[in-house]
């Protein structure tokens, strides 16, 4: 993989992270603060499908005209599975990016890296960059949206601890790993870790995996090497974010990635697409418990809100009623049971009503029976709306408020206003 030089943070951008708060030094009570969370945007249902790009500056000014949102969260997907991974897209989405005034932080999604050698993505032709080669289209995105370690995006960015100098020397190679990134701020660590969806932590591509996927001849050593380093890095890190939370008491946790690990995105249980996420969601579980405090978790990848807590067998689950056609701006949820017996879930999970519960759709690799033991009620689960326009859907973005004097662990969600701890949202779909 190629390499990308790191630039150094200057006076102003260490005076912005002692006002945000970087650490929990500060004896002023923690306050309440809101964030946005978007992604799987801007989509284009083709590489010609520009219409929901060309409305993305007004999704932009709606958000930076929301006066609560002091920060905002992109989960990742910077446009479909049906559009070319090029430079100078990745350049325009930069420049969106950075026309948000609030601080944005950024993980990169697949569609944007590993499914860049996919046919749909142009991948093995000269219409995506480097031919579509994964490794060189993520090292692209690192060197437009991650040009300066440890500095967010946005108008006013802020200071963030990244992997890239806070790595376990042991494991020099983390060093790589810049959109991996941690702040703190009201007594509250959000935390970003690259967990690419869609094609099972790049496992899928192996000759093992589903075939057919790639059009580059990438040996499965050099495959299993980029996903082994990842992984490690990426287990590391939720090491490094809860022991860091620990040390610092902080109240919460708020964990952003891409993937989302229980997705069998239409396939069956059977296919044993899901097994390569087992480790996180063991990992993610262990020190959720042991943090005894709450974990949200927060993704797009699925296309669908959802809420939940699928690390507790039979906890609530509500996802959305698709607000088609355009301008419905409907917030409809109802339950998962339902969603998979009629409704936008049927289709995604094949074998049926049993699997409407994410708790059960954790695959282990020799066990075709497996079902966990977790029983974790301090974590919960918040997926975003995407791929609006292009589904015939209203763009949205979750309103995301903190306010660490609550902590409770109690969940609730109806017609996307929900919370759980000191989280509290609601869906809002801005008219654009």
């Known amino acids: 993989m190629s ?46 499908d520009t219409a929901e790009f060309a409305k993305y500056p007004s999704y932009v000014a709606a958000i930076n005209n929301d006066k609560d949102v002091s920060m905002v969260l992109h989960t990742g997907d910077i446009h479909s599975g049906k559009e070319y991974c090029t430079q100078a897209y990745n350049q325009s989405n930069y ?8 601080p944005l932080l950024y993980v990169p999604g697949d569609n944007e890296w590993i499914d860049c050698q996919k046919s749909k993505e142009g991948g093995g032709t000269s219409n995506s960059y480097a031919l579509g080669d994964p490794y060189l289209n993520l090292d692209l995105v690192r060197s437009v949206f991650f040009s300066q370690p440890g500095k967010t995006l946005g108008q006013n960015p802020i200071a963030v601890k990244t992997q890239a100098t806070q790595y376990d020397k042991n494991f020099p190679s983390d060093k790589a790993y810049v959109e991996n990134t941690w702040f703190e701020k009201s007594n509250v660590l959000i935390a970003t870790i690259n967990l690419p969806g869609g094609s099972n932590n790049g496992a899928s ?18 495959r299993q090497q980029e996903i082994d380093m990842r992984t490690g890095a990426a287990l590391r890190w939720l090491d490094t974010i ?32 899901l097994t390569e996420w087992k480790q996180y969601i063991d990992k993610l579980a262990a020190l959720t ?13 699925s296309h669908f809100y959802r809420s939940d807590n699928p690390l507790v067998l039979g906890a609530e689950c509500k996802i959305e009623m698709p607000s088609t056609p355009i301008g419905k701006f409907s917030t409809a949820t109802e339950s998962c049971l339902s969603s998979v017996s009629a409704g936008a879930l049927k289709p995604i999970i ?5 699997y409407a519960d994410a708790y059960r759709i954790v695959q282990d ?22 791929n609006a326009t292009s589904a015939l859907t209203d763009m949205e973005y979750i309103k995301l408020t903190i306010d660490p ?20 949202w609601t869906r809002v779909q801005p008219k654009l």
């Open 405 to 424: 004097s609550k902590t409770g662990i109690t969940a609730s969600e109806k017609d996307g206003v929900g919370s759980f701890g000191p989280f509290s």
């Open 350 to 354: 094949p074998d049926g009503v049993t």
């Open 95 to 102: 420049n969106l990016f950075q026309s948000f005034t609030a």
């Open 205 to 222: 591509y192996l000759s093992t995996g589903v075939s057919g996927l790639s059009k580059l001849t990438i040996s499965d050593q050099t």
């Open 365 to 386: 690799k020799t066990n075709p029976n497996y079902l966990p033991s977790y029983n974790i009620p301090n974590f919960h689960r918040l997926v975003g709306h995407g």
């Open 242 to 273: 809860f022991a860091t939370a620990k040390a610092n008491r902080d109240s919460a946790i708020l964990i952003m990635v891409q993937g989302d690990m229980w997705d069998l995105d239409s396939n069956r249980m059977s296919d044993k697409t």
């Open 3 to 48: 390499k990308f030089p790191y630039t150094s943070h200057g006076l102003a951008l260490v005076l912005t992270a002692a006002l945000f708060g970087c650490g929990s030094g500060s004896s002023a009570p923690p306050q309440p603060f809101t964030i946005a969370v978007i992604g799987d945007s801007p989509y284009g249902a083709s590489p010609t």
């Open 289 to 301: 418990k042991d943090f005894d405090r709450p974990v949200l978790l927060t993704h797009n990848d």
